[in-house]
């Protein structure tokens, strides 16, 4: 798991052992002495691996039984691949430790820093005996040094061949026990991972389309009261008959590059809008035309390290300044942008202008007053129940992506929070108090539905949000009536590519015979 990595793309090694067939899929390994880069790259790699593989049998994690080194590193890179696992896959995933005759084929310095990340994370796995799995090579390097006539290495044939047959002991009950194993779907890890990127994309979508409904539910409930007031005070009813009803919908408008800008103080500037309100412009772009795929106004989220400006393989966790002379800013003062939202008004049709335009007496505009208050008030409920539909499917997705990964606990974080609290300090800087109380009302709700959801859960009177459970939300939202189609469009989705596996055949002696291996000497 640790050290330079010799694997940079997956490689498929297909064994026959005892007239079955086993395909071991080597890995690029994560801890790699080129840096947190290209641990990313190595994860990604993984991800993609698996798109070529329907079931898996079982993920065998490789350590050293005495590392020293698993430090906060460790911890890092066990959290990025657990969290990037189906739950489903904890009874599949087993440890296997190399380097084993360091001591005595039993896990040493290992056990400690390995049980303690097992459990924070809240994987639910129980290291022992039945998962973990001791292996030597000095015994196959003895051999391939005996088969070229070189020195004879310390120790002798006879410890070589104890050691041999040690390690073949344990591959062979490794590979019992993976025929044991029930077989992990691959697509639920898939989709996992689908779905945590799609969702955490729409953290900034579902903050507008909700304070849009606030600013439409006041619009409907001007208009009802105006309306009202008109029949109340008479007049020309006609002429008050011809007045539109709007609402508010935001618009998408993508930028023609992605960018990632600078977020600190002095990096941003405050500049009056058209209506003379305050508003902060992240004017320090400090890389244009980005190529790293992340959430959208989400200050220091995680793979924004990997970001141009803050590339290094040397410092790994003090965080990385920004290249950019005009910043020099932690990469977690940093955001991404890549489209932006524009509230439109939006007409609701009530009756045809032509007939409007052809009522002479109060009586007639009195009726189409009518159904205008009616249509005020139904939009008005429409509203206030996609709002909630909303709020209720942001925790929802929050409460399937934080528990349905082998790692779960505070691993994860709540994309949604992570906006709306760069959002709430943005507007409470700009002296726009009403939109920062409207953003804390927003987390408040969201907090609270998450915690509603989770008590839900904990009672047993709901189960875990599942990957169905996730689709009929989203085509909930994408249904709505009012919101709906404004919705769609405003989705971004991603897609995973894949590039290929490729595979390799040995060939090897069938053992149908028990025996040590060290008889082919």
């Known amino acids: 798991m640790t050290g330079k990595s010799s694997t940079k793309k997956s490689l498929t090694y297909c064994f026959n052992m005892d007239g079955k067939t086993v395909r071991f899929i080597d890995t690029p390994g994560i801890i790699d002495t080129e840096g947190p880069n290209q641990d990313h790259r190595n994860v990604k790699e993984i ?27 460790f911890r890092f890179c066990m959290t990025e691949l657990l969290t990037r696992l189906h739950r489903d896959t904890s009874q599949n995933i087993l440890f296997g430790f190399t380097n084993a ?8 310095a290992t056990m400690i820093p390995l049980d303690e990340i097992l459990k924070e994370l809240q994987t639910g796995i129980v290291r022992g005996e039945s998962n973990e799995y001791f292996f030597d090579s000095e015994g196959f390097m003895f051999l391939a040094a005996y088969k070229q006539n070189l020195q004879e290495m310390a120790g002798g044939k006879s410890h070589h061949a104890t050691l041999w047959t040690q390690s073949a002991g344990e591959v062979h009950r490794l590979v019992t026990t993976v025929m044991g194993l029930p077989t992990h779907d691959v697509s639920m890890t898939l989709k996992l991972n689908r779905t945590r990127s799609f969702l955490e994309g729409l953290a900034k979508t579902l903050a507008n389309f909700t304070t849009s409904t606030k600013t439409s539910q006041k619009r409907l409930e001007n208009a009802e009261r105006e309306l009202a007031e008109a029949i109340a005070h008479g007049g020309n009813l006609a002429e008050k008959a011809k007045t539109k009803i709007t609402i508010t919908v935001p618009v998408r408008y993508n930028l023609p590059r992605k960018q990632t800008v600078c977020c600190h103080p002095s990096c941003v500037s405050q500049v009056k809008d058209e209506n003379g309100v305050l508003r902060t412009v992240f004017k320090t772009v400090c890389h244009d035309n980005c190529d790293i795929t992340v959430p959208d106004e989400i200050k220091g989220v995680h793979d924004l390290q990997y970001c141009s400006p803050f590339r290094r393989w040397l410092k790994i ?3 990385y300044a920004c290249q950019q002379e005009k910043c020099k800013h932690d990469w977690t003062e940093h955001m991404h942008i890549s489209y932006e939202f524009r509230n439109e008004e939006r007409m609701i049709d009530i009756d045809d202008e032509e007939v409007i335009d052809k009522i002479r007496s109060n009586e ?3 009726q189409i007053l009518k159904r205008q208050i009616q249509t005020a008030q139904k939009h008005q409920e429409m509203i206030r129940k996609e709002r909630a539909q909303i709020q209720t499917a942001r925790a929802l997705f929050y409460v399937y992506l934080s528990q349905n990964s082998v790692g779960r606990s505070s691993a994860y974080s709540d994309a949604t929070v992570q906006y709306l609290d760069l959002h709430i300090a943005v507007a409470n800087q700009d002296g726009r108090t009403e939109d920062a109380t409207e953003l804390t009302r927003q987390k408040s709700s969201h907090t609270e539905e998450i915690k509603t959801l989770k008590n839900a859960i904990a009672a047993g009177t709901v189960s875990y949000p599942d990957e169905e459970a996730v689709d009929r939300e989203i085509e909930g939202l994408k249904n709505m009536t009012l919101l709906g189609k404004d ?4 989705f971004d989705q991603r897609n995973v590519e894949f590039e290929g596996c490729p595979f390799i055949q040995v060939e090897s002696k069938s053992k149908t015979k028990k025996g040590p291996w060290f008889r082919w000497l």
Request: hydrophobic share 50%; no cysteine; aromatic share 4%.
């Open 317 to 319: 966790f003090a965080g």
């Open 364 to 366: 007639g505009a009195m």
């Open 101 to 108: 005759n360091t001591t005595s084929f039993k896990l040493g």
């Open 47 to 73: 991800l993609r691996m698996l798109e070529s593989v329907g079931k898996l049998s079982a993920i065998l994690i490789l350590l050293t039984p005495n590392d020293p080194r698993l430090d906060a590193t």
């Open 487 to 490: 919705l769609i469009d405003a």
